[in-house]
Each structure stands twice: as C-alpha cells, then as structure tokens.
C-alpha cells in the first residue's frame, strides 16, 4: 500500500476530477504489475496497473493493492471492479472507502458479490490523507483550501508602499520554486484585487513543469486594469465581482473566451459564496495567495483546510501584519534561511 501510494502522487495536478489513486499487484510477495490513474478522461490505475502485467493468467492467484475502493459505475471509462471480476483476481486490499455517492461501497459489495476477498483500512490515514482533495468536493462540496502566504521575522507580509508594481520577496529563491510547484499540483490559485493592482502577478507555473492552475480573481468592483497580466487571455481566469457592478455595464469591458464573470452579494458570506461558485466550476483545490483581506476572509469563515507559511529572515519594521488565525501545526522545516510552517485546520 506505501507503494501505491507513491504511485499515486504522480497522478496529482492531471487527473482531476478523478481522484488521484495508485494500484499494485502482487503474487508470492513480488509485484509483478503496477500503475496509478491517467490524465482525465484515460484509465484508472486497477486499468494500468492490469495492463502492466504481461502473463494475464498469474492475475487468478494475485493480490491488488489500490488506495481507493474500485469503481462500480459508468463514466468516462467503465468499471474497475468489473475488470478485476473479469480477470479472475480473488484478492483485493484497499486503503479507504470512495465516499462519493456513485461508489460509496458498491465497489467493494460488488467484488464480494462475485467471490472476491476484500480488505479494507490498510495504511487508511494515509490513504485518506492523499485524497483529501477528491473528499473534500464530495463531502463538503467545496475545493479544498490551502492557505498561503510568506512574513517577515517581525510579522509583516508586505510593506506600506513601494515604488514598483512588482512584488517585493520576503522569501528566497528555493521556498519561491516550492510554490511553483504547488501551482501544479493544485486546480486553481485565488487572489484579491489589490494583490493584482500591486504586484500584477502572473499567476502561472514558471519554475516548475506542469499545468498552470485555473486563475480565481476577486474584483468587487472591476477596479483592475485591463493591461495586467491576468487578462492575458493565457489561462482560464474566474473574476469574481459584487453582483451591482454590472448595472452600469462595467462587465462589458472585459472579454475574451478565457473569461468567467461571476457575481456575488459582498454583503454577506462571501468566503461561503465564493466556494459555491468553485465547486459549480469543479474546482477542487486552490491555493489561497492573498492580500491579507481576501486569506482572512477565508479564515474568518471557518473556510480553510491547511496552512502554509514561509517566513524569511528580513524585517519590514512597519507594513500590513500577518493575517491572524488558529490551526494545528503539523510540520516545520528549513529551506535555505527561510523556515515553512505547515498548520491543518482542525
């Protein structure tokens, strides 16, 4: 199961919204096929992990090993418990439970149905842990929300002004690519509108490989220029406005085939709002990279799942404060002068 596992996070950031799964198969305590779920819309990982194994007759006296419980229904590919019953493979383990409503145990009712041995739980925190994504859509209905923003030594996350509409680092150049890296690992990345005006950000994957996340842009009231680099028409962008603004016909002045406008009342619950409006774009993760306003709108809410700090080791002496919340935290570690705080939400 630790090997289907690392299998599995090779899927993250291309499969959605199918869960990211790993898939080992064993006999005589060899494996001898494996494999984890393709980009969306290809197979899953019982499928590759099935078609690794050369000699189909060893399947009838082998054990496959998958993080997630198989399929029972029809999608965009059909049934993995319907191939392991094809392939005769009387032995099945399995990390956790699919919680969504199509599978939900069927998968494993199903198996037991034909005369499958079936286990399940193995390694299951972590086998749960690695799908929280696909759970949190299924569970809550919403992304799942990693918080995350960088803060000098004495608690500050940008300066009071500056001459440049650039961003000014607090970070270094290693915690900088990590975040790259998150970008695709993760569905889409969410900032407020004076993040935008100050930093014109790119909001893309540039020091890493992988596909640039779904851009999510609060503009309450269209205050954005159109000359910034998030209406370059590059990836698909989200912009997030107060559902008076378009009275005047301000929406019209944006355009462009990668352009969502999305209206909500800013009088109330926005944070709640917002996630309603990602999870009807199947968004099912983001990163939530700031100002403080938009990442304490989210903590006051109650509408985050995990937490990720850098703080480097300059000093602002005066600037906007770090956001203030509570949470668990669950690791620390170096990267060069740099130190990443990770928090979960309890």
């Known amino acids: ?33 494996e494999g984890f779920t393709s980009p969306y819309g290809g197979n899953h990982a019982e499928v590759n992990a ?51 409503s199509l599978v939900a145990g069927k998968g494993i009712e ?77 569905h889409a990345i969410l900032v407020g509108t004076n993040t935008v005006i ?12 992988g596909n640039n996340p779904v851009r999510i ?20 962008t989200i912009i997030i406005i107060d559902s008076s603004t378009n009275k005047n016909g301000s929406v019209d002045k944006i355009s462009g085939f990668k352009y969502h406008i999305e209206q909500i009342d800013f009088s109330i619950e926005i944070a709640q709002q917002i996630c309603e409006v990602l999870h009807k774009h199947q968004i099912q993760s983001i990163i939530v990279e700031g100002g403080k306003q938009t990442l304490q709108t989210f903590i006051d809410a109650n509408l985050w799942d995990e937490a990720k700090i850098f703080i480097g080791d300059n000093k602002f002496q005066e600037g906007v404060r770090n956001p203030n919340f509570k949470g668990t935290l669950i690791s620390e570690e170096k990267l060069s002068n740099d130190i990443l705080r990770t928090y979960i939400n309890d």
């Open 198 to 209: 100050a930093d014109n950000p790119k909001l893309n994957v540039r020091s890493w490989s």
């Open 1 to 33: 199961m630790g090997r289907c596992l690392q299998l599995a996070k090779k899927g993250i950031g291309t499969v959605r919204p199918n869960p990211s799964v790993g898939a080992v198969i064993v006999l005589n305590n060899k494996i001898i096929g």
């Open 50 to 100: 099935i078609h690794s194994v050369n000699n189909k007759e060893l399947l009838k006296n082998a054990t496959i090993y998958v993080t997630l419980e198989p399929c029972s229904h029809y999608g965009k590919t059909p049934p993995c418990a319907d191939l392991i019953i094809k392939m005769k493979i009387s032995n099945v383990v399995i990390g956790c439970l699919d919680t969504n």
């Open 217 to 236: 842009v609060i503009d309450k009231n269209l205050r954005i220029p159109l000359e910034t680099n998030i209406f370059d028409e590059s990836i698909k």
């Open 110 to 186: 199903r198996l037991k149905k034909e005369g499958c041995s079936v286990t399940v739980g193995v390694l299951e925190k972590e086998c749960f842990e690695h799908h929280k994504r696909f759970f949190t859509v299924q569970n809550k209905k919403r992304p799942y929300i990693i918080l995350k923003w960088a803060e000098t030594l004495d608690g500050f996350i940008a300066p009071l002004t500056k001459s440049e509409q650039k961003p000014i680092w607090i970070s270094n150049s290693y915690s900088q690519q990590l975040v790259h890296k998150w970008r695709s690992e993760e």
